[in-house]
């Protein structure tokens, strides 16, 4: 599986981007796809997971109100849609294919995007 995150930018606080992830492989629609994102100087966390059919998604608790994973198997995408972003949200976002454990554990991703940066300004 090869993955390609694109969407990432420079916006200002309160503005909204949508990120998406372009996946290649041919079983790439039967696994769960995450996003995670990583700040300066910070472990990259959890940010969204959805289930390999969109049936379930799952957020990080203080994301969930302003961000939305969703997916487009006949597109081979992946989608975070994020609105009221905030400063504090500036990272380096991954998207990534779940191959097993914990959904919000970083070694549970076994295929990992190279990022895009996104950068939000007070």
């Known amino acids: 599986v090869q993955l390609q995150a694109s969407g990432g930018g420079l916006v200002q606080a309160g503005d909204s981007l949508r990120l998406s992830c372009a996946a290649s492989?041919?079983?790439?629609?039967?696994?769960?796809m995450g996003w995670f994102r990583q700040a300066p100087g910070k472990e990259r966390e959890f940010v969204a997971m959805?289930?390999?059919?969109?049936?379930?998604?799952y957020y990080a608790d203080s994301l969930k109100d302003r961000f939305t994973i969703s997916r487009d198997n006949a597109q081979n995408t992946v989608y975070l849609q994020m609105n009221g972003l905030k400063p504090e949200d500036t990272a380096v976002y991954y998207c990534?294919?779940?191959?097993?454990?914990?959904?919000?554990?970083?070694?549970?991703?076994?295929?990992w995007g190279q990022g895009t940066q996104v950068t939000v300004s007070s």
């Open positions: 990534a294919v779940r191959t097993g454990g914990t959904y919000n554990l970083r070694t549970s991703y076994g295929y």
């Open positions: 492989g041919r079983t790439w629609i039967t696994y769960d």
């Open positions: 959805i289930k390999w059919n969109g049936g379930s998604t």
